[in-house]
């Protein structure tokens, strides 16, 4: 699985960014995909993600009420709408596919199948 992730930079607190993701490679259609972020010194965490499937989706409690996850099914992609952005944000985000599962359970990044190489956020005054 390969994925091509854009959308990535600076923005100001309050501000919004989209993160896209666009994978290839899959051989069936069951898939989560979504993405983590690691902010420097912290672990990984797992931020959202939605089933391409069935749609069932995760929302790390510090972003649901300000992110929003989108699927494009024909092209394998995920979208991440990121609204209100805080300091605490900023991180590396690295889009990934797996279970649900992977993305909640502790050490489930362990588990994932394949990651992006990450797109970096900065959120400053």
């Known amino acids: 699985v390969q994925f091509v992730e854009s959308g990535g930079g600076s923005a100001q607190i309050g501000g919004s960014l989209t993160l896209s993701c666009v994978a290839s490679?899959?051989?069936?259609?069951?898939?989560?995909i979504g993405w983590f972020h690691q902010a420097p010194g912290k672990a990984l965490e797992g931020v959202a993600c939605s089933n391409l499937e069935d749609g069932d989706e995760y929302y790390t409690e510090d972003i649901k009420d300000r992110f929003t996850i989108a699927t494009d099914r024909a092209e394998d992609a995920v979208f991440l709408k990121m609204n209100h952005l805080k300091p605490e944000d900023s991180a590396e985000y690295y889009c990934a596919v797996g279970d649900i599962a992977n993305f909640y359970l502790p050490n489930g990044n362990r588990h994932i199948e394949a990651w992006g190489r990450g797109t970096l956020i900065t959120v400053s005054e």
């Open positions: 490679g899959f051989t069936s259609d069951d898939h989560t």
